[in-house]
């Protein structure tokens, strides 16, 4: 037994539950007790508070930088995997190139450039702007649509035996890349019971060299001069090839004459 | 022995007021006396066996083919039970007999119908017995700290309702004005424990969630249970044991309150840092990350509160055994809280996962922090039971060391042996088997610090079997670990 008590035992003195007589004689322990803690009131260190901010600061950057934007099946805390992608292949065209269809990118060119003077149905307005839909310019060949797109067309012309003369169509070529007028081609020849062949940013691109020296707007009479034919290098199905927008669109700067 | 300026002389007998407050306390201490015994009693029982255990479990490890034929004392068989034994037996039993020792103290009021509440912890160790036999024969649901099977779990709740409703009913007929720190700290463990089990069984077993949600309830539950069971038991004790036993108020009431907030918000969310590329949402993982940054909040407010309390009375922890553990593990929150925050940052967790860190964070938090705690007061709450004092200062001393050691070891050996092990795990030029090779001498360096940890808990057995059987001194003064000297006395 490892008795060593290093305080003098006192047992004399000693009090024991074991042989108690009086409650009062015998709790030692409570006797020689502090009272019961109590609590001061000091107030906030100034350095404490700053711990604080500091720890919100951090944690709240935390969340914002680790957090994958807070989707549910964000599994990489830096965002979602396909973001970062999109910016860099979409090149200058845009971010949704890589997946939506010629067909529809060329309906957002539409929406923004076309549609205001042909109308969303296509179908122009009547002694003012000429129809798209069904009009033997946009549903023939590629080459002459492709023409009016990038030079615009002035004079009266007559479309679907319709005369129209009023108004001016502005060239395209200074504004929209190879790429866009290929999709806007591609989807106004498509769409509104339209069936012509789609048209490609290279098939553009050739014939925009073709056209640089050129700086008015056609007539009619030059349209109609042209064979209603394909362009060259055309015929790849709709939405077939993918395109390669970066290569499209660096020749896209018309040398000005 | 929890004061020390106190009393080499008889204490002066009989100032009136003086003397209902302690007539008040000796009632109120014997009113808790048997079932506050019978939980410490059965937890130093689970602590030896789940010691042992422990040791087997770490031998196991480097030691492979130590039970080779026996199915019964299998790893996968003992750790669970080692892990379910310190949890459930040693930590819930101990910290429950504390707790409602502090509570009946703070309320003012005797514990009234004693029995039934030691009838609750009987309930309560059959069904951790059960439990045990039951992982023994391979019937555990395998998911960590629930490996109970079910029927067990429905006895540990109905046993936990008994004793807890009882802490409750105690703060229902407080006497006095004032809630004092610890009985929040208290009152809010004795709730969260009920929500805890009851979510974590509902989800994992009754309407159990599908796929890798299991994984996350899991980690969920048990780090809630370390903090807000554990951890706010742990917490409420050293609110109450530093200001009682140096006689000095709390440093500040706004600390506290700002502390006891904070922790209850913070310490709650940061269950998911343990599953760091996981396939879950990164935002949870991140939330639990943020959350974990945020302790940083209670962690300052509570270590500052508690170190201005002990300001300028730092010499005391030289005699007072309940001091010297209470401040250790006060401390231990504070390192346990920081190497919290460090392991759980991503590029960090990224390396430590699935290695040695993961179970020398849980030691630091169980034991460090908890377990140390935990004897503190139970140096001074068992001589009041017993009418005892300590019976050797030499065993206490010796006991403190061995745990103080044993624990850093521990936590040395799995912090270095776990890191390298994670940056040998990421090199993936190395075969698997060369990240075991590195980890094994830190291993080895485990099982010693486990064999200085197993002689403190025999020896803290030992001395409190002395003190159960009343063979502790007969004294008027407690057992100072170091003789106080006269002079030096009444300045403190």
């Known amino acids: 037994m490892n008795d060593e008590p290093k305080m003098s035992p006192r047992t004399g003195q000693g009090m024991d539950y074991g042989e108690q007589s009086d409650v009062q004689q015998v709790h030692a322990a409570v006797r020689r007790e502090k009272r019961e803690p109590r609590v001061g009131a000091e107030p906030l260190s100034i350095w404490l508070i700053a711990i604080y901010g500091l720890a919100i600061f951090f ?21 979602s995997p396909p973001a970062p992608k999109k910016a860099v292949a979409g090149g200058p065209a845009g971010g949704e190139q890589v997946e939506l269809s010629p067909h529809d990118r060329g309906k957002k060119v539409f929406a923004a450039n076309c549609q205001t003077c042909h109308q969303a149905n296509g179908l122009g307005v009547a002694g003012q702007y000429p129809p798209l839909a069904g009009s033997e310019f946009t549903t023939g060949g590629s080459r002459r649509p492709a023409m009016i797109v990038l030079k615009g067309l002035q004079g009266p012309v007559t479309v679907k035996g319709q005369q129209f003369g009023t108004a001016v169509m502005q060239p395209w070529d200074k504004t929209l890349t190879d790429q866009k007028i290929a999709d806007v081609l591609t989807y106004e020849r498509s769409e509104w019971g339209n069936n012509a062949s789609p048209v490609t940013p290279e098939q553009i691109a050739a014939l925009r060299k073709e056209l640089a020296s050129r700086t008015e707007s056609f007539t009619e009479h030059d349209i109609l001069a042209v064979p209603d034919e394909d362009l060259p290098g055309g015929s790849a199905p709709a939405g077939g090839a993918p395109p390669k927008p970066g290569e499209a669109a660096k020749p896209a700067a018309p040398p000005k004459p | 022995m929890n004061t020390t300026g106190i009393p080499l002389k008889e204490p002066a007998v009989s100032v009136a007021a003086g003397d209902t407050e302690q007539l008040e306390r000796a009632y109120i201490d014997a009113s808790t006396r048997i079932p506050v015994l019978l939980f410490y009693t059965s937890a130093v029982a689970w602590l030896i066996l789940g010691t042992v255990l422990a040791m087997l479990v770490s031998f196991g490890l480097h030691w492979p083919d130590l039970f080779g034929g026996m199915g019964l004392l299998t790893w996968g068989r003992l750790r669970p039970v080692h892990m379910n034994m310190m949890v459930y037996g040693w930590g819930s039993m101990a910290g429950m007999g504390t707790a409602v020792w502090l509570m009946a103290r703070l309320c003012r009021t005797t514990l009234r119908f004693p029995l039934l509440l030691a009838a609750g912890g009987a309930f309560w160790n059959l069904g951790v017995l059960i439990g045990v036999c039951a992982i023994l024969l391979g019937d555990s649901t395998g998911f960590q700290w629930l490996e109970f099977p079910r029927y067990v779990a429905v006895i540990l709740f109905v046993a936990y309702t ?32 009920p929500w805890l089990y009851a979510a974590g069984q509902l989800m994992l077993f009754v309407v159990p969630l599908q796929g890798v949600l299991q994984a996350a309830i899991t980690w969920w539950y048990a780090n809630n249970l370390l903090f807000l069971w554990f951890g706010a038991i742990a917490l409420g004790t050293a609110y109450y044991m530093i200001p009682k036993v140096i006689g000095r108020p709390v440093y500040s009431y706004h600390l506290a309150t700002i502390g006891f907030w904070t922790y209850a918000l913070f310490s709650s969310w940061t269950g998911m840092t343990r599953l760091v590329d996981g ?14 940054i945020l302790t940083m909040i209670p962690v300052a407010t509570i270590g500052l509160n508690h170190h201005l309390t002990m300001q300028g009375y730092f010499p005391l922890l030289r005699y007072s055994p309940t001091l010297r553990f209470t401040v250790f593990g006060a401390m231990s929150y504070t390192v346990f809280s920081l190497i919290g925050l460090l392991i759980s940052l991503r590029s960090v967790a990224r390396y430590v996962d699935f290695t040695q860190v993961s179970i020398a964070y849980s030691h630091l938090g169980l034991y460090a922090f908890f377990t140390m705690t935990i004897f503190g007061s139970m140096y001074y709450i068992v001589p009041r039971l017993v009418g005892r004092e300590w019976r050797s200062a030499s065993l206490i001393k010796l006991h403190f060391w061995a745990s103080a050691y044993g624990i850093g070891l521990m936590t040395l050996m799995l912090l270095a042996g776990g890191f390298l092990q994670g940056a040998d795990m990421q090199n993936p030029a190395l075969p698997f088997s060369e990240s075991i090779q590195t980890v094994l001498p830190y291993l080895r360096g485990r099982s010693i610090s486990g064999i200085l940890l197993t002689v403190a808990h025999f020896i803290f057995a030992y001395h409190f079997g002395l003190m159960l059987l009343g063979l502790g001194r007969t004294s008027t003064v407690p057992t100072f670990l170091n003789p106080v000297e006269a002079e030096t006395s009444g300045g403190h």
Do not use: C, K
């Open chain 2, 162 to 193: 008994l004793m807890a409703s009882w802490a409750v009913l105690m703060f229902r007929h407080r006497r006095g004005d004032q809630i004092y720190i610890t009985q929040w700290f208290l009152l809010g463990a004795f709730l969260w424990f």
């Open chain 2, 279 to 292: 396939p879950f949402p990164a935002w949870m993982i991140t939330a639990s990350i943020a959350a974990t």
């Open chain 1, 59 to 79: 944690g709240g950057a935390y969340l914002g930088r680790f957090s994958g934007n807070f989707t549910s099946g964000g599994l990489d805390p830096m965002g």
